[in-house]
């Protein structure tokens, strides 16, 4: 091979690893090569704490998204804003729910709550994020988790029954596989089916599942199915070809 040859090759391969190096630190998503438009996400983290008359302080705290897309504004404003107004509504609960407790003099020690978005996958079709709640006021404690999926050309909130042909079918009844298997193994602690909440409507709301980079998860909440909050993962292979063009893997 010429010497020329082997120069111009070692050239594109650093290019190409600067350029998935300045990725992974910067944290902004090229959307395509085809396109210049890109989608960047920050949080703004937010306190609220009080103290009990006995000098117990409650901590809780919570991250506001911010997504930036300078040649889509308007999409990125309504998924900011919808992520947005999710938060602000866990977050009045959780600040009244510490007056509440302050005002009862609780003693418990290392109460509140903790409330944090993060994005899962972003692509050039869809954004996907989790919303995590963790932690305890006397004795009670919360470990729920919800997520949200938009779609990155219009921002409009995703259902399974809008994201491909036959989708919703195909993850109810992989839900239904991985149950009966779960209760084989006993791996779980499930309800007995005539106590568990209805597949059908769990599934239709929006956020009980989430993109990732090579699978779909499906959130049961705690009490749904289980005494406790179960995640069930659909593989690539088995949903990836009902889905529409744009919420490809």
Not at 32 to 54: A, C, P, Q
Not at 74 to 80: K, L, S
């Amino acid at each position: 091979m010429k010497k020329n040859t082997i120069i111009i090759i070692l050239l594109v391969v650093a290019i190409g690893l600067t350029a998935f190096i300045t990725l992974l630190l910067t944290g902004t998503i090229k959307l395509n090569k085809n396109d210049n438009s890109t989608f960047s996400v920050t949080y703004k983290e937010e306190e609220y704490v009080k103290s009990t008359i006995d000098g117990i302080e409650i901590k809780n705290l919570r991250n506001i998204p911010s997504i930036t897309n300078s040649s889509n504004k308007e999409v990125a404003n309504t998924i900011t804003n919808y992520l947005t107004e999710v938060s602000n509504k866990e977050w009045d609960n959780i600040k009244k729910t510490t007056d509440d407790v302050v005002e009862s003099n609780v003693k418990e020690e290392d109460m509140g709550i903790t409330l944090l978005y993060k994005e899962s996958i972003v692509t050039s079709g869809r954004l996907s994020f989790t919303l995590e709640m963790t932690g305890n006021f006397g004795g009670v404690t919360w470990n729920n988790e919800s997520a949200y999926n938009f779609d990155a050309k219009t921002g409009k909130i995703l259902t399974l029954k809008d994201i491909g042909q036959g989708a919703f079918d195909i993850v109810k009844k992989e839900c239904e596989d991985y149950i009966e298997m779960s209760e084989e193994i006993k791996s779980q602690v499930y309800y007995e089916k005539e106590e568990r909440q209805s597949l059908d409507e769990l599934l239709s709301k929006e956020e009980t599942w989430y993109f990732e980079y090579n699978q779909l998860v499906i959130i049961l909440p705690k009490n749904s199915i289980s005494n406790q909050e179960v995640k069930i993962p659909i593989a690539k292979s088995k949903i990836n070809d009902s889905l529409y063009e744009q919420y490809k893997f």
